[in-house]
């Protein structure tokens, strides 16, 4: 469709999905791919809103922060492959891109969660804390050479990847959001997939199963 989309209205044979400039796609099926964190965020409508059964599953299954930082560097002599810290961006890895070498570093969970409440310009901050109390010989790091991603303040994907949060039964919420609705929705994506969830691996695997699901609806149509 190559632009967003805005609204997905279904019924049982039937689905019209409009998009940001007013296009319109009329199908017999659809295949929702949506991330969780999009799904949550209500940005995109359903109509009829869909059932509580999905609606349960969306809000119950937890939606991980993470937030990725790069910082360039002049050269990267470490001798370290991967740095596990205690630091406010705790994880580390130096990449070389071209000719310039790049640390990798990596913030989820709580971790994430902290630096995600925090203005872009105080994650530039700790990003430089954290290489300077690792990496001491890095210092100074400059500002212009650090570039953030956090995954939850992008708005096509608002997380990183599903969990399955304490108490939470994840078989059961995932199989409820991978659940085929009126014959018209089908459901694909990371965290519709009950073994693989989180992984690019249960994003192919989930894409496979409702596709399946597609070409049973087409062949009896
Ligand atoms: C930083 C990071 C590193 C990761 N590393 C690994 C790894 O090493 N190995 C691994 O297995 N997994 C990894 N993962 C997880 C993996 O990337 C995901 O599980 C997988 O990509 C999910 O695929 P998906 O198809 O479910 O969702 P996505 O790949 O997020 O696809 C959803 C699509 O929906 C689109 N979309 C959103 N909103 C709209 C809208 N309104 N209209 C139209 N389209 C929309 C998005 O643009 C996106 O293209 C990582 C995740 C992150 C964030």
Known sequence: MDEPVEEVKWSRNSVEVDTASRGRHRARCAIITLPL?????????????????K?????????????????RVDSFR???????????????WPRQVGRHSVLVGWASGQSAD?????????????????????????????FDDIHVVDWFTEEFSRG????????????????DLAAPEGGTLLFAGE?????????????????????QEALGILRLT
Do not use: M
Request: glycine residues 8%; positive net charge.
């Open 37 to 53: 964190g999009v799904l949550r965020e209500d940005t995109v409508r359903f109509t009829p809103p869909l059932p509580r059964r």
């Open 55 to 71: 609606q349960v599953a969306i809000h119950d299954l937890g939606c991980g922060k993470v937030v990725k930082v790069f910082v």
């Open 78 to 92: 470490e001798g370290v492959r991967y740095a596990l810290s205690n630091c406010a961006v705790p994880v580390w």
């Open 114 to 142: 902290r630096l995600s409440d925090e203005l872009p310009v105080d994650v530039k901050c700790r990003a430089a804390q954290s290489v300077g109390a690792i990496f001491p010989r890095l210092l100074p790091v400059r």
């Open 160 to 175: 990183g990847y599903s969990y399955t949060p304490t108490g939470c039964d994840g078989d059961a919420r995932r199989t």
């Open 191 to 211: 965290a519709t997939d009950r073994v693989y969830y989180s992984t690019v691996t249960g994003a192919a695997r989930s894409g496979r199963r409702a596709a």
